[in-house]
């Protein structure tokens, strides 16, 4: 069983940044991705950044060149800096981690952080 808590939402000005954090806690074996989606009322779920063990990484179309994901394997932490945002942005960013067990994998999901842009 594997726990994640985001931080580091908040509320900003369009072109400004945020840097998300989530770290993993609990029984873990071994995290093999971790990522962010996001979800804003209204609308479907979006794939945002995902980054394996090894380091590849990759991004939805949206933030490709704003946002730059990054993890820390010892800490099992993943962040994701977000520069020049726009108010499209706005969501709820839930971060995840797939992990292996017993030859395995199981999905987690964090309880989401709030990330609000407006003029």
């Known amino acids: 069983q594997v726990q994640l808590v985001e931080s580091g939402g908040g509320l900003v000005q369009p072109g400004g940044s945020l840097r998300l954090s989530c770290a993993a806690s609990?029984?873990?074996?071994?995290?093999?991705?971790m990522g962010w989606y996001r979800q804003a009322p209204g609308k479907q779920r979006e794939q945002v950044a995902g980054?394996?063990?090894?380091?590849?990484?990759n991004y939805a179309d949206s933030v490709k060149g704003r946002f730059t994901i990054s993890r820390d394997n010892a800490k099992n932490t993943v962040y994701l800096q977000m520069n020049s945002l726009k108010i499209e942005d706005t969501a709820v960013y839930y971060c995840?981690?797939?992990?292996?067990?017993?030859?395995?994998?199981?999905?987690?999901w964090g309880q989401g952080t709030q990330v609000t842009v407006f003029s």
């Open positions: 980054i394996t063990s090894g380091g590849a990484t």
């Open positions: 995840y981690a797939n992990e292996l067990r017993g030859g395995i994998t199981y999905g987690n």
């Open positions: 609990g029984r873990i074996f071994s995290i093999l991705t």
